[in-house]
């Protein structure tokens, strides 16, 4: 849905521009890239890695319970009644379905951190694509690639590219301004 919607905004850029409104102007960067090549993405991936580190270990912790509830269960249930067997088995239904609880947690919890740190660097990135936007006139600034990697700048003649490419530009003034 979201790849038909941009591609719908291409086109209606493409035939607006062709329909009479040539002065429209759109540039065009890759964010990704930049994020890639900032300094400060190294220390947000260490605070991922140690954020995940303690819930992994927090995770191993209960593994190991059910993994003993397990081998207990499965030591004693030849000489088990059908009522201990019963509530062995619930037991460990519980148990399992607490860890799956608790990974789905885990998976929540890591994403909201990662956009925890990650969003003042959209902030201030937005804020320089919006500045350099400004100086350059340009009436919209699109994201050069899909999240899944689809590019949807196709092809841009190097005159087009030198002057609404602007990933260089947005990276160098971050690395200049912080």
Do not use: C, W
């Not at 050069?144 to 990933?167: C, F, N």
């Amino acid at each position: 849905m979201r790849i038909t919607s941009l591609i719908l905004f291409v086109l209606t850029v493409a035939l607006v521009g062709s329909a009479g409104a040539q002065s429209m102007k759109v540039g065009f960067m890759n964010p990704d890239e930049i994020l890639e090549q900032l300094p400060e993405k190294d220390d947000v991936e260490r605070e991922l890695d140690a954020f995940l580190d303690e819930k992994e270990q927090e995770f191993q912790e209960e593994a190991i319970e059910y993994q003993n509830l397990l081998g207990e269960y499965q030591e004693r249930a030849e000489n088990m009644s059908q009522s201990q067997n019963q509530q062995y088995q619930q037991r460990l239904q519980q148990k399992e379905q607490q860890l799956q609880q608790l990974q789905q947690q885990m998976e929540q919890q890591f994403e909201q951190r990662r956009q925890e740190l990650i969003q003042p660097l959209l902030e201030r990135m937005n804020t320089h694509i919006q500045a350099l936007a400004e100086e350059k006139n340009l009436d919209y600034v699109i994201n050069e690639a899909t999240g899944m990697g689809d590019m949807i700048v196709l092809h841009a003649s190097s005159e087009s590219r030198a002057e609404y490419e602007l990933t260089d530009e947005v990276l160098q003034r971050m690395l200049n301004n912080n």
